[in-house]
């Protein structure tokens, strides 16, 4: 910002404060990290969905021997099912935290009732069960993560 | 916010470094400067600044008013963390380990020279949700001659959020204000949420109708950063929760406000109250009669001298 000679110093932290949480001191606020992770598998589930809409056209771009021997790279251990696997944990983890967002934003549960300040000066949305809703969605996700690790990659 | 409550209780390092970024707007520059503080016991990081304005280096700039936590002049980032500086302990934020507090103007605002921020955006957002009570009778609202009814539980209902002494950290903490300089933030849609619960306004149409556009409510995705720093427990992230609900709620037209204050005369001249019948106990679990006999005897002079 200019005004006559002075030159104003804007401090946004910009971008990288939705894909870095450490950017501040995040004590206590388990939900920003939940937030990151949503922001950051939300991209990584954009690129899935235009790379799965591209390769499930095979059949009728190059018939469906070339489709067979595509699926056949879904699984061991190769670039493309890394890829894959990854893309599955985002999937995952986007589901089931959205669907604790849309309990806290959409029906407003999970936050507690106003209450009056008093120690240790918890806010109530902070207190209430979305909290530990994240605690059991992070859990969740891991498990199923790896359960879809072992299909991809073992079996 | 995170209170450490036993900070009050600790002595803080006797020698602490305090780093500012400083920041001129005649040359644009901006760099940490580095200061050595003697402490003492329950010193703020306001304490430190005045301390360092008076002893050291008189052309640091920063802003306060009351000291205390009211007027929510004094944000700083203290440690990568926003913070009121009156209402921080050094001993809170400073270790014998780590005896180094760094102080940064507030983030996601226009600095103006070193740690003082411009509040011109913040207070036109504000501004911008009518943070008063609006009534259909304007007449009634301008030349008050009757009171608002409302009952403690109402009260209750927004109390937490009327608390907000618009300090601005949790813009600064926002993510996704730190992104988009168009967003109303924290505080004022918390603001917003208050007016609307508040029983007493009456133009709760209108003031959903103003939040639902671009840039309101519907960029929050619940971080919740905004009530883990801010000072007075006001939690706009609750707030902010519930007027996207309450909004949505009204666009499907599911929601109205059901409790609107009536005015009623005020107290003194309403009619006197009917006498209790006498049958009436007025005290539970106390014998009136056995009361009126013998008076119970107060040990005045024990409660003077113990
Ligand atoms: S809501 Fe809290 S952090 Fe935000 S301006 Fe008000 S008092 Fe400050
Ligand atoms: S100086 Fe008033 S809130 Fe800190």
């Given at each position: 910002m200019e005004r006559g000679r002075f030159r104003f110093l804007e401090n946004r932290l910009g971008i990288i404060a939705s894909l870095y949480p450490w950017v501040i001191d995040i004590r206590g606020n388990p939900e920003r990290i939940a937030f990151t992770l949503h922001r950051i598998t939300g991209i990584i589930l954009v690129g899935f969905v235009a790379l799965h809409i591209i390769s499930t056209n095979t059949p009728a771009r190059a018939g469906w021997e070339a489709w067979v021997e595509e699926v056949q790279r879904l699984s061991g251990v190769n670039p493309v099912s890394l890829l894959f696997f990854i893309a599955m944990g985002a999937l995952v983890f986007h589901s089931l935290n959205g669907i604790r967002l849309l309990l806290v934003e959409l029906l407003a549960l999970g936050i507690g009732r106003p209450e009056k300040p008093k120690p240790p000066y918890i806010p109530p949305s902070l207190k209430g069960y979305q909290r530990t809703l994240i605690y059991i969605v992070s859990i969740l996700s891991l498990i199923i993560w790896a359960l879809m690790g072992y299909v991809i990659f073992l079996m | 916010m995170v209170f450490d409550l036993k900070a009050a209780t600790r002595t803080p390092p006797r020698v602490v470094r305090i780093r500012v970024r400083r920041y001129n707007p005649e040359t644009g520059s901006s760099w940490w400067q580095e200061y050595e503080v003697e402490t003492y016991r329950g010193m703020t990081v306001l304490d430190a600044l005045l301390k360092i304005k008076a002893e050291r280096d008189h052309s640091l700039v920063f802003r306060y008013s009351c000291?205390?936590?009211?007027?929510?002049?004094?944000?700083l980032v203290v440690n990568k963390r926003p913070r009121l500086a009156c209402q921080t302990q050094i001993a809170e934020v400073a270790s014998e380990g780590r005896p180094v507090v760094e102080l940064e103007p507030l983030y996601n605002f226009t600095v103006l020279r070193d740690l003082a921020t411009d509040f011109t955006e913040f207070f036109r957002k504000h501004r911008f949700v009518k943070p008063y009570i609006l009534r259909r009778d304007v007449r009634e609202r301008e030349e008050p001659t009757l009171e608002y009814s409302q009952t403690p539980d109402e009260l209750a209902e927004y109390y937490e959020y009327s608390l907000c002494i618009s300090c601005g950290l949790c813009d600064a903490a926002c993510p996704v204000y730190a992104s988009d300089p168009n967003f109303l933030g924290p505080q004022a849609l918390a603001q917003a949420y208050r007016y609307i619960a508040d029983t007493r306004d009456e133009l709760w149409e209108e003031r959903l109708r103003l939040l639902d556009v671009e840039g309101s409510i519907f960029k929050c995705h619940f971080a919740a950063t905004c009530s883990a720093v801010c000072p007075k427990m006001v939690d706009p992230a609750g707030a902010i929760q519930r007027l996207r609900s309450t909004l949505l709620k009204y666009k499907v037209r599911v929601y109205r406000k059901t409790r609107v204050a009536k005015v009623v005369p005020p107290m003194e001249k309403r009619e006197p109250q009917k006498p209790l019948p006498p049958e009436a106990t007025l005290v539970e679990g106390v014998d009136l009669k056995l009361l009126e006999e013998e008076k119970p005897v107060i040990p005045v002079e024990k409660l003077l001298t113990s």
């Open positions: - | 000291r205390m936590g009211v007027c929510g002049s004094c944000g």
